[in-house]
Every structure is written in structure tokens, then in C-alpha cells.
């Protein structure tokens, strides 16, 4: 080929536009979560979800820099910018194969720990300083909301502070079901949290699948558009 495919050249700057949009939606949402008031008081700091915030943070900001990266190497027909962008997707698409992989080797560990940070939480709950307070009303709210008691024992789990949220008491709704028996719901949390991830594993893989096939079409483009302009 002679030049350089126009038809190769805007599809590839429109798919990475939209993986720059992607990646731009990812960080302001993220961001937004970070240092907003409301989001901090509903993502305890002793829940952890922090540090899944600051990680999309960092996963939007390097799917931006990809994105623009392709975007610009597409357009300038830069064979740097593509041959980075080529090296960084293969980079991740690696990662993700290899996060596959450990995942299933590692599959009994995660249940481990779940349990280790389970266990942790119930000294939280069982605190009486009022240091965890935050924290133990968000998790009463779970308990209502997912109509469960405790973390890993029951009941037992709330420790002294059971007196002050009463969190496994039934709501009225639920008196006489099989979730309420004597007036307190009688399934762990734990047990929600864990079907709560079987549940949604085939979600998430059916996500990764298809960020891989979009991975290794931006993969083909790029190392596609970079022969074109190399033979140009």
C-alpha cells in the first residue's frame, strides 16, 4: 500500500475519542467521589472504599493519556505515539490476563480475605469509644437495607453497641418471614456480601472479555495504521 488507509486512520482516532471520553468520565466521576462532602460520608474511610476511589482515578487518568495518545498518533500519522500506544495496551492487556490467571489459581485465598477484613470490621462495630461511629451507622443501614445482622456471627458481632443501633432488629414488614425469627434477622451479612459477588462474577467477566476484544482491535489498528505510514 502506498499511503495510508483513510478509512484505518479515523477509525482509529474515533475509537480511541472514545476511549479518551472513557477514560475522562472514569477520573471526573472518581474525583467527584474524592472530595465531595456527600460521597465522603457515605464511603467511610473505615470501609475501604477509598482506595477502590483512588484506583479508578488512576485507571481513568492512564486510559486518558492512552486515548490521547492514540488520538494524536492517528492523526499526525506519528509512529512514536502509535508504537507507545501499541506498548502501553499490550501492556495492560497483559496485566488483565495475568490478574486472570492469579485470580483462578487464587480463587480459595479470597474467601480468606473477605474473612480477615470481616474480622477486622467487627472490632469496629464492637466499639464503644464512638471513634467507629460513622462506620456502624452505614453498616446498620446495610443491615436494614439487606435485611441481615452481623458480619460473620450474628448478632453477637455488635458487641456492647448492639444496645445503642439494635441493628439485627426486624422491620415490621419483615415479622414473620423467613428472614425474622424472634424479632431479629437471622442471616450474616457475610453471607449477602459473598452472594452479592457470585452473583455479579459473570458480570465482571463478561466486562473483561470485552474490554480484552476491544484492547486487541486497538492493538490490530494501531500496529495496522503504523506498517501503512511505515511503508509510506
Same mark, same amino acid.
Given at each position: 500500500?502506498?499511503?495510508?488507509?483513510?478509512?484505518?486512520?479515523?477509525?482509529?482516532?474515533?475509537?480511541?475519542?472514545?476511549?479518551?471520553?472513557?477514560?475522562?468520565?472514569?477520573?471526573?466521576?472518581?474525583?467527584?467521589?474524592?472530595?465531595?462532602?456527600?460521597?465522603?460520608?457515605?464511603?467511610?474511610?473505615?470501609?475501604?472504599?477509598?482506595?477502590?476511589?483512588?484506583?479508578?482515578?488512576?485507571?481513568?487518568?492512564?486510559?486518558?493519556?492512552?486515548?490521547?495518545?492514540?488520538?494524536?498518533?492517528?492523526?499526525?500519522?506519528?509512529?512514536?505515539?502509535?508504537?507507545?500506544?501499541? @506498548?502501553?495496551?499490550?501492556?495492560?492487556?497483559?496485566?488483565? !490476563? #495475568?490478574? +486472570? /490467571?492469579?485470580? %483462578?489459581?487464587?480463587?480459595?485465598? &479470597?474467601?480468606?480475605?473477605?474473612?480477615?477484613?470481616?474480622?477486622?470490621?467487627?472490632?469496629?462495630?464492637?466499639?464503644?469509644?464512638?471513634?467507629?461511629?460513622?462506620?456502624?451507622?452505614?453498616?446498620?443501614?446495610?443491615?436494614?437495607?439487606?435485611?441481615?445482622?452481623?458480619?460473620?456471627?450474628?448478632?453477637?458481632?455488635?458487641?456492647?453497641?448492639?444496645?445503642?443501633?439494635?441493628?439485627?432488629?426486624?422491620?415490621?414488614?419483615?415479622?414473620?418471614?423467613?428472614?425474622?425469627?424472634?424479632?431479629?434477622?437471622?442471616?450474616?451479612?457475610?453471607?449477602? @456480601?459473598?452472594?452479592?459477588?457470585?452473583?455479579?462474577?459473570? !458480570? #465482571?467477566? +463478561? /466486562?473483561?472479555? %470485552?474490554?480484552?476484544?476491544?484492547? &486487541?482491535?486497538?492493538?490490530?489498528?494501531?500496529?495496522?495504521?503504523?506498517?501503512?505510514?511505515?511503508?509510506?
Amino acid at each position: 500500500m502506498a499511503g495510508v488507509s483513510s478509512c484505518m486512520k479515523y477509525s482509529m482516532f474515533i475509537f480511541n475519542f472514545l476511549f479518551w471520553m472513557c477514560g475522562c468520565a472514569i477520573l471526573a466521576a472518581s474525583i467527584y467521589m474524592r472530595v465531595n462532602k456527600d460521597a465522603q460520608e457515605s464511603f467511610n474511610k473505615g470501609s475501604g472504599m477509598f482506595a477502590g476511589i483512588d484506583l479508578l482515578i488512576a485507571v481513568g487518568a492512564i486510559i486518558m493519556v492512552m486515548g490521547f495518545l492514540g488520538c494524536c498518533g492517528a492523526m499526525k500519522e506519528s509512529q512514536c505515539m502509535l508504537l507507545l500506544f501499541f @506498548i502501553g495496551l499490550l501492556i495492560i492487556l497483559l496485566l488483565q !490476563i #495475568v490478574a +486472570g /490467571i492469579l485470580g %483462578g489459581v487464587y480463587k480459595s485465598k &479470597v474467601e480468606e480475605v473477605v474473612n480477615k477484613t470481616l474480622t477486622e470490621e467487627v472490632q469496629m462495630l464492637q466499639d464503644t469509644t464512638g471513634k467507629n461511629q460513622d462506620f456502624q451507622a452505614g453498616f446498620h443501614k446495610f443491615e436494614q437495607a439487606n435485611k441481615c445482622c452481623g458480619l460473620l456471627k450474628g448478632e453477637s458481632d455488635w458487641g456492647k453497641a448492639q444496645s445503642t443501633y439494635n441493628g439485627c432488629q426486624c422491620d415490621t414488614k419483615d415479622v414473620g418471614t423467613s428472614v425474622c425469627k424472634g424479632g431479629k434477622y437471622t442471616t450474616s451479612c457475610r453471607e449477602v @456480601i459473598m452472594e452479592f459477588f457470585k452473583n455479579n462474577m459473570v !458480570i #465482571v467477566m +463478561g /466486562i473483561a472479555f %470485552g474490554l480484552a476484544f476491544i484492547e &486487541v482491535l486497538g492493538l490490530v489498528f494501531s500496529m495496522s495504521l503504523y506498517c501503512q505510514i511505515q511503508r509510506k
